[in-house]
């Protein structure tokens, strides 16, 4: 079925981009620390569940034939997770859709929307009403992007990106470039390691100069403190993602910076006008396979 049922409660969740993305060495746990500074954006993907007989997940949208329709599914994983957590005898007996609109394995946190997504509509299916506290510290165990899908707006991410203190925001307008095919997040974090290799890693740190320009608006001063630690690593893997930087760069964008774990590149200009202009020349460079036009921040898991 590629359509979302009717009669179920639907959430909406944003995209996000790390403006700053920190990165030290890795731990023993094989993750790493992070400073990372989010900010969710005006791409959504919508989570519908609907009571049924067992758990299933079906997906509609553009790349939905990339997203894993088994227990693998992150939106899946979320509603078995609450259900153990309330000993709901049967589980997790819900009809999953979502209706997908972020890329998928693009560095925008797509997975972890429907995570979010996911936990918060079956909390409210289920009458449930968890304290958030107690629904952010489930979606830590789903990922370490998942609790940021679920509070959205902009925050920064300690630990392993999980533990998040709300920032300050102005408002942004941003282009995002999306490439052929996805990058995996484990692999840009052991070629980030293996970039690595031999060299001190600093503590990651949240740049004062980054959290004045994001609280501040103003594009200028923020496209002067961008920065991702996982960019080398993300342009060692995939060296044409230079080539779509250069080409939103020159088509008049303020700043461009790989998203998160690539492949996605994301775009900083002043304006609407400003981004229908580069997303048309990197649409016209053929450099990304499309472009999406998004402003920050947003809000986080929303019932709708
Ligand atoms: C790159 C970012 O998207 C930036 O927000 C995140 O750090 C990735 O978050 P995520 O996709 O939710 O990642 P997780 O599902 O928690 O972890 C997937 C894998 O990414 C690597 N990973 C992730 C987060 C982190 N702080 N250090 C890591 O090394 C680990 O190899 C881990 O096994
Ligand atoms: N609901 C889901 N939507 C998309 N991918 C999912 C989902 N659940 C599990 N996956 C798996 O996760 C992989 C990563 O997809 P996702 O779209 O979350 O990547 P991402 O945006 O790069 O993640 P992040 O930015 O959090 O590192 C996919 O290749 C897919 O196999």
Known sequence: MSTAPAGGVTVRVPAKVNVQLAVGAARPDGFHD?????????????????????????????DSDQVPLDRTNLAARAAELLAARNGRPGGAAVHIHIAKNIPV???????????????????????????????????????????????????????????????????????????????????????????????????????PALLAALASGDPDALAGTL??????????????????????????????????????????VRDDEAAAKVAAALEASGTCRTTRIATSPTAGATRI
């Open 34 to 62: 992070l400073a990372n500074v989010f900010l969710a954006v005006s791409l959504y993907d919508e989570v519908t569940v609907t009571p049924a007989d067992a758990l299933t997940v079906t997906c509609s949208g553009p």
């Open 105 to 207: 394995a693009g560095g925008m946190a797509g997975g972890s929307a429907d995570g979010a997504g996911a936990l918060l509509a079956c909390d409210r299916l289920w009458g449930l009403d968890t304290p958030v506290a107690e629904l952010l510290g489930m979606c830590a165990e789903l990922g370490s992007d998942v609790p940021f899908s679920l509070l959205g707006g902009a925050a920064l991410g300690t630990g392993r990106g999980e533990l998040l203190t709300p920032l300050d925001a102005g408002s942004f307008h941003w282009v995002f470039a999306v490439a052929d095919g996805g990058l995996s997040t484990p692999a840009v974090f052991r070629e980030f390691d293996r970039l690595a290799e031999g060299r001190e890693i600093p503590e990651p740190q949240a740049s």
């Open 227 to 268: 920065a991702n630690d996982l960019q080398p690593a993300a342009l060692s893997l995939r060296p044409q993602l230079a080539r779509t930087l250069a080409a939103g760069t020159a088509a008049g964008a303020l700043a461009g910076i790989v998203s998160g774990s690539g492949p996605t590149t994301a775009f900083l």
